[in-house]
């Protein structure tokens, strides 16, 4: 069984910054790949960025150049450092863990609230 727990969602500002964090644990296959979805009211959950064991990344453009992930295999953790938020930001971030052969791993959410 893997568990995601996500944190650091809250309330800021346009401009402002926010570090989401998401801590994995269970039994997880060592090349995976951990990512940040979000979903806002009335929209599909979307891609916000990935990054693979080996420290490979890809974003969402609308968050490139703001959002930057990282990661640290040996505490199975993912982070997501986001900078000059905007209000379409707004949404429920989700943390995912997936590998081959497995079904896909999500956190609960967290809330993320920009206002303008």
């Known amino acids: 069984q893997v568990q995601l727990v996500e944190s650091g969602g809250g309330l800021v500002q346009a401009g402002g910054s926010l570090r989401l964090s998401c801590a994995a644990s269970?039994?997880?296959?060592?090349?995976?790949?951990m990512g940040w979805y979000r979903q806002a009211p009335g929209k599909q959950r979307e891609l916000v960025a990935r990054?693979?064991?080996?420290?490979?990344?890809n974003y969402a453009d609308s968050v490139k150049g703001r959002f930057t992930i990282s990661r640290d295999n040996a505490k199975n953790t993912v982070h997501l450092q986001m900078n000059s938020l905007k209000s379409e930001d707004t949404a429920v971030y989700y943390c995912?863990?997936?590998?081959?052969?497995?079904?896909?791993?999500w956190g609960q959410g967290t809330q993320v609230t920009v206002s303008s």
């Open positions: 269970g039994t997880i296959f060592s090349r995976n790949v």
């Open positions: 990054i693979t064991s080996g420290g490979s990344t």
């Open positions: 995912n863990v997936d590998w081959v052969g497995a079904r896909g791993y």
